[in-house]
């Protein structure tokens, strides 16, 4: 409830900058009219490995605003940079022979998978993993080179690099039901953290819970999946104003069509919520653009307060065009 009056008097404060329900979409401006933020999608996640120290670093060193680590959770309670909780897609653990037993069946949304998973691993063990490039296309000369990091180690590189931070918690109830809260070791790598910061999840619980201990800003996500919504992880934007500064769209629920603009954008602005869409990508432009510099100037035409991009180079060119 502060929030969203905090986020109604900004709104108020900033009038000519806040788009609300009657105006057309177009050149928006921002929220708060300020240039949209990029945000490093797992680092610089299109050129290296995903969630790497170097793929965080290289983003720093393009001029990002953010990096953005996935967390999940280790058998011993600390928080490690993953977008996945199963590890057998982003790190070399299936040619480790001394890990061959971890492998089991567990439930992953909903479907059976058998792979070696984070939270059956100690930080030591994880430590002698190398990550790997999970996408098909993408370089892969720079695998079995880099370790996970911890979120403590992502912290660090923020604090010394002065790169907001953009925390994401990956499957908190998932972690909860198996007996690891992430609630309390995340705040504690992130106590007097002075860097721009968001904490994000597709889950509001947590972020509920987080609004009672913290005064980050909160993004709640959106995958647009009826389910996530049927299930409560995934409120409507009315309800997130009581525990979040701002949403994160599946970038498809920012159109109703190739080119036409949803209302998205605009709804969760009159809420006092900043956009932030994912996931754009040079090598798989969305929502029927054939350049990802046409997407990304149409997103922040929209008047999105940023962008979670696999290339932030990219991103941060075409703001600088525009
Ligand atoms: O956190 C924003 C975006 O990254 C959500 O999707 O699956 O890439 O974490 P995912
Ligand atoms: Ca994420």
């Known amino acids: 409830m502060i929030r969203r009056a905090v986020a109604a008097l900004f709104c108020l404060m900033a009038a000519s900058s806040c788009a609300g329900p009657g105006d057309t979409p177009g050149d928006a401006p921002t929220l708060s009219g300020d240039p949209p933020v990029v945000i490093a999608h797992r680092g610089a996640s299109g050129l290296l490995p995903e969630h790497t120290l ?19 959770m280790t058998r011993d309670g600390v928080l490690i ?7 057998s897609t982003s790190t ?15 439930d992953l949304n909903g479907e059976p998978r058998t792979d070696w998973w984070a939270e059956d691993f100690t930080l030591a063990e994880i430590k002698t993993l190398r990550a790997r490039q999970p996408y098909a296309g993408r370089s892969t000369d720079y695998d079995d080179q880099f370790e996970i990091p911890t979120l403590q ?49 597709f889950e509001a619980q947590i972020l509920r ?5 913290t005064g980050f800003p909160l993004v709640q996500l959106y995958s647009g999946d009826p389910q996530a919504a049927a299930a409560g992880f995934e409120p409507p934007l009315d ?21 036409t603009p949803s209302d998205f954008v605009q709804r969760a602005h009159a809420f006092g919520l900043v956009v932030h ?10 929502d029927g653009f054939e350049r990802v510099e046409d997407e990304l100037a149409a997103l922040y035409a929209q008047g999105v307060d940023g962008v979670f991009a696999d290339f932030p180079e990219t991103a941060l060119e075409v703001r600088k065009a525009d």
């Not at 953009?166 to 953290?193: C, Q, R």
């Open 81 to 87: 940079a993953r977008h996945d909780r199963h590890l």
């Open 239 to 259: 309800e997130v104003g009581a525990y979040a500064d701002g949403v994160g769209p599946s970038k498809h629920l920012l159109w109703t069509a190739p080119g």
């Open 209 to 213: 819970d987080l609004n009672q201990m």
């Open 54 to 72: 170097e793929a965080y670093t290289l983003a720093v060193q393009q001029g990002a605003d953010f990096i953005e680590p996935d967390l999940v």
């Open 92 to 106: 070399d653990v299936s040619d480790r022979p001394e890990f061959a037993d971890r492998r089991r069946e567990q």
């Open 153 to 201: 180690q992502v912290v660090d590189l923020a604090i010394t690099s002065g790169v907001g931070l953009y925390p994401e918690t990956k499957s908190p109830s998932h972690h909860t039901a198996i007996g690891l809260d992430m609630k309390a070791p995340l705040l504690e790598a992130m106590e007097g953290l002075m860097v721009p910061v968001y904490i994000q999840s």
């Open 277 to 286: 869409p994912w996931t754009v990508r040079d090598d798989n432009v969305g």
